[in-house]
C-alpha cells in the first residue's frame, strides 16, 4: 500500500500560507511535491479554488487525486535531490501544458524531514524553460507523431541538463523516415541496439530511455523511427550541407543534424555537450530551442573554438 502523508495542523497552515502567498504573488499554481497520498478531500478543502498539481516519484502515491480536481505528474527520479526533483516537476508541468513558461508556482515540499511538507518556494519559470511546450511541437506539423517527439525531447532535455555521472553529455537523436535517413549514416564501430529486439527499444520504456542516457555518452547519433523504436545507434550522418546556414558557433554534429533534416523527412534532436541546449531541426532549421534549466556553468564554454561550416 502506498504510505500515507498526516494531514497535521501543520500541513493546514502550510496551505493557508501558500494560498495567500499564491494570491499575493498571483500565482498560476500550487506545486506539491509529495512522497505519499494524501486526504484528498482534506487538501482541496485547504487549498480552495487553487489550480494544485501534485508530483510524486511513484504513481500510486498520486491514485484517485483527479477525482478531487488536482493535475498530476509523475517523476521517476526517486533519490534525487529535491532540487532536481522539484525542476523535473516543473519541466514536466510545462510539456504536459499544465503550465505555461512564464508561470509563477507556489512549491510545497518535504527540504528537511522524509514524509513532511516542511518547506516552500515561490519558484517563476523563466524563460529557459520556455520553449519546452507541446503546443510549440505542436506547430511543427512534421510526419513524426507528436507522442514519439515528446518523448525524445524529453529525453533530450534530461540527458543535455543531467549530463552523465557529473559530466555533460552531447547527443544527436534522428527521428523518423528512417529508411532514407539510415542510406546517409555508417557506423562508428558496434551498434549497441544491434541484436535486442523490438520491444527492448521502445523509447516510452523507461529502462530503455536510461539504457539511451548510457549510450548517448558514445560517438555518432540515434536513428529513431516515427513510433519511437531506437534503430540504431553510434552512427555517423553524412548528409549534403549545401545550402544550409546555422549560427556561427554551432559545430559538426549541429551541422549534421541540420543537413539530415533537410535530406530527409527526419526531425533531428541535437543536445550540445558544451551547455546542454537542445536544438530541434526540421529541413535544414532550427525549429525549437529549449535551453536548460540551470545547469551548472563552465568556465571553459568560453576557450570553445568550433568547427568550420566544411567539417
Ligand atoms: N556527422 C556526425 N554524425 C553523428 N555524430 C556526429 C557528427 N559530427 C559530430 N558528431 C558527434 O558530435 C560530437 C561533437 O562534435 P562537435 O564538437 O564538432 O559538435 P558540436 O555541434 O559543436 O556539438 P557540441 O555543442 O555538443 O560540442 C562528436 O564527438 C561526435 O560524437
Known amino acids: 500500500m502506498a504510505p500515507s502523508i498526516k494531514f497535521t495542523e501543520q500541513l493546514q497552515v502550510f496551505c493557508e500560507i501558500a494560498s495567500r502567498m499564491a494570491k499575493h504573488e498571483e500565482a ?55 532540487y ?28 528537511f ?74 557506423p562508428l564501430g558496434f551498434d549497441p541496439v544491434r541484436g535486442y529486439n523490438i520491444d527492448d527499444r521502445r523509447m516510452e520504456d523507461t529502462k530503455v530511455r536510461e539504457s539511451i542516457k548510457e549510450i548517448a555518452q558514445l560517438d555518432g547519433a540515434f536513428v529513431v523511427s516515427s513510433d519511437g523504436t531506437i534503430i540504431s545507434a553510434c552512427q555517423y550522418i553524412s548528409a549534403p550541407a549545401a545550402e544550409i546556414t546555422l549560427s556561427k558557433g554551432l559545430g559538426s554534429r549541429h ?13 533531428a534532436i541535437a543536445v550540445s555537450e558544451s551547455n546542454g541546449t537542445v536544438r530541434l531541426f526540421q529541413n535544414g532549421e532550427v525549429m525549437l530551442r529549449i535551453e536548460p534549466f540551470r545547469r551548472a556553468m563552465k568556465w571553459k564554454d568560453f576557450e570553445y573554438d568550433p568547427p568550420s561550416a566544411g567539417d
Open 113 to 186: 524531514e522524509v514524509g513532511v511538507i516542511d518547506s516552500m518556494s515561490v519558484v517563476s519559470l523563466d524563460e529557459h524553460l520556455g520553449r519546452l511546450t507541446v503546443h510549440d511541437l505542436r506547430q511543427l506539423e512534421t510526419r513524426v507523431p507528436l507522442d514519439t517527439l515528446k518523448t525524445t525531447v524529453d529525453l533530450a532535455v534530461d540527458i543535455g541538463r543531467e549530463g552523465r555521472e557529473g559530466k555533460p553529455v552531447g547527443t544527436l537523436f534522428v527521428v523518423g523516415d528512417h529508411r532514407k535517413v539510415l542510406k546517409h549514416c555508417h
Open 255 to 267: 551541422w549534421a543534424a541540420a543537413a539530415i533534416s533537410r535530406a530527409t523527412g527526419a526531425v
Open 28 to 82: 498560476d499554481a500550487l506545486l506539491f511535491l509529495i512522497e505519499g497520498t494524501i486526504d484528498w478531500q482534506k487538501l482541496r478543502d485547504a487549498t480552495g479554488k487553487h489550480h494544485v498539481i501534485l508530483a510524486s516519484d511513484r504513481k500510486q502515491h498520486l491514485s484517485k487525486a483527479e477525482d478531487f480536481d488536482f493535475d498530476t505528474v509523475e517523476l521517476n527520479i526517486p533519490d534525487s535531490p529535491v
Open 84 to 111: 532536481e526533483r522539484l525542476t523535473q516537476a516543473l519541466l514536466e508541468s510545462v510539456a504536459d501544458d499544465l503550465l505555461t513558461p512564464g508561470a509563477t508556482v507556489i512549491a510545497l515540499y518535504s527540504g
